[in-house]
């Protein structure tokens, strides 16, 4: 059963790239390399947006602490 998927995957999945290869008149491996530069490329820019926020947020919450009211007493 994981075979039948791979290999319906592969098929299906590089025949995306070799069209859009054959469209922009490009290596099919190109176009695949070029995805994969990608992939890894935002997923790598996306954590450390993560990471930014997340000191930020901490940083603000440092910095402006919630004060009680006067009318809470």
Do not use: C, N, P, Q
Not at 38 to 60: D, E, N, R
């Amino acid at each position: 059963m994981l075979k039948t998927l791979r290999h319906y995957l592969e098929r299906h999945g590089f025949y995306v790239s070799a069209r859009l290869a054959d469209r922009l008149g490009m290596r099919a491996k190109t176009v695949r390399l070029s995805f994969i530069y990608v992939t890894f490329a935002t997923l790598g820019v996306g954590f450390a947006v993560y990471l930014v926020l997340a000191f930020w947020m901490k940083m603000k919450d440092l910095i402006f602490t919630k004060r009680s009211s006067v009318f809470d007493l």
